[in-house]
């Protein structure tokens, strides 16, 4: 498989985490290697990687064997989270889109009338 041996090819910095593959990895293997050490995040700290990837290996008399069910219940994980980041973010601006669009609709008229009941509050 693909994913054996990966854990010596990462360099993690401060704020965001790089991957180094060898010419003969596609991107989107090293996108999944990414998604799951950062959790669907933008970057991944290097003591969250460490941590991750000392869970991915067993333990045994020299220093283990990459554990690939592990490794892909990270990565769903990961695919999960970043699914949910995007369309929570997608959701509420298409809230929001809809409130200029069509500024009668019912959610911009409670957010109207909520926003009138904190202006009267703060006066």
């Not at 994913?3 to 993690?12: E, K, N, Q, T, V």
């Not at 990895?25 to 990687?49: H, I, K, P």
Request: glycine letters at 10%; a positive charge.
């Amino acid at each position: 498989m693909l994913w054996r041996g990966y854990a010596s090819l990462f360099h993690s910095t401060r704020w965001q985490l790089t991957v180094y593959l060898p010419h003969r990895f596609q991107n989107a293997a090293a996108d999944t290697v990414f998604v799951a050490l950062a959790g669907g995040g933008g970057y991944a700290e290097r003591e969250v990687c460490e941590k991750k990837l000392a869970e991915w290996r067993t333990s045994g008399p020299r220093g283990g064997a990459f554990d690939e069910a592990k490794f892909l219940a990270a990565v769903k994980q990961g695919r999960t989270e970043l699914a949910i980041g995007w369309a929570s973010f997608l959701g509420t601006n298409g809230l929001f889109l809809s409130c200029i669009v069509a500024p009668t609709n019912p959610f911009a008229k409670t957010l109207e009338a909520l926003v009138d009941q904190v202006k009267e509050s703060a006066l």
